[in-house]
């Protein structure tokens, strides 16, 4: 299996995706490893600060001790030169924000899975013309889950992961799941911003949500 094929399915098996950024170096693999203990097994890391690149150069340098099997990905990328230091420093797969064709064209040549970001039926009609299959709406919680069950009909085989407003409860991930999405993305609602001091509590909560995935997915 292919690396790109690999990181998709593992983000349709999980149907979550926790996103974060943290300025400091132990305190990310700390929150990982949380995040590896609580069961998940892909992650998306996002290039939002100065110590982005060399944060997750450390995430991935630690994953064989810490975390292994887990899938590295990297998010608010940007630019073509983003989306190449990161693959170059190990991303398993990006995320970006906008559409871009300059990020599109290094993850083709690298074969990474690339989720471009959406919020209009012209921007997902582009991106499946780029050749991707999977992306990221944003922002949720302005497009509600209505806009996903509207547009599904009209891009056939399309996945879609939706961040932004998005809760780690039964109510709001059922209302996104029963519109059609593949996987919800959850930051600062589940990663909080001293979820590194209380890794069991992130722990506890990565568990429960991914109950109520598989509670969704059977």
């Known amino acids: 299996m292919d690396q790109e094929t690999m990181a998709k399915q593992a983000i349709q098996q999980q149907g979550v995706l926790p996103l974060f950024y943290h300025a400091d170096a132990a305190a990310c693999v700390r929150l990982v490893q949380a995040l590896h203990a609580g069961g998940m097994r892909v992650v998306e890391f996002t290039n939002r600060g100065p110590a982005a690149l060399a944060n997750f150069k450390a995430l991935v340098a630690a994953a064989p001790a810490h975390y292994p099997g887990m899938l590295l990905g990297a ?3 940007a ?8 693959i170059e420093a190990g991303a398993d797969f990006l995320v970006s924000p906008v559409f871009d064709a300059g990020v ?6 690298h074969k990474r899975l690339w989720l471009p970001g ?22 949720g919680q302005v497009l ?12 056939a085989g399309m996945e879609y992961v939706v961040t932004g407003g998005v809760a780690p409860t039964a109510d709001s991930i059922g209302a996104w799941w029963k519109a059609g999405v593949s996987a919800v993305g959850l930051g600062s609602q589940l990663i909080g911003p001293h ?13 429960q949500v991914l109950q109520i995935i598989q509670s969704l997915q059977s």
């Open 75 to 77: 998010g608010t990328i």
């Open 79 to 86: 630019t073509a030169d983003e989306a190449e230091a990161f």
């Open 104 to 109: 599109c064209d290094k993850a083709y040549l």
């Open 118 to 139: 959406c919020m209009t039926p012209t921007e997902v009609h582009q991106a499946r013309q780029a050749g991707c299959s999977m992306v990221k709406l944003f922002p």
């Open 144 to 155: 509600g889950p209505d806009f996903v069950a509207a547009i599904r009909p009209l891009f």
């Open 195 to 207: 979820a590194a001091d209380e890794p069991a509590a992130l722990t506890a909560a990565c568990r």
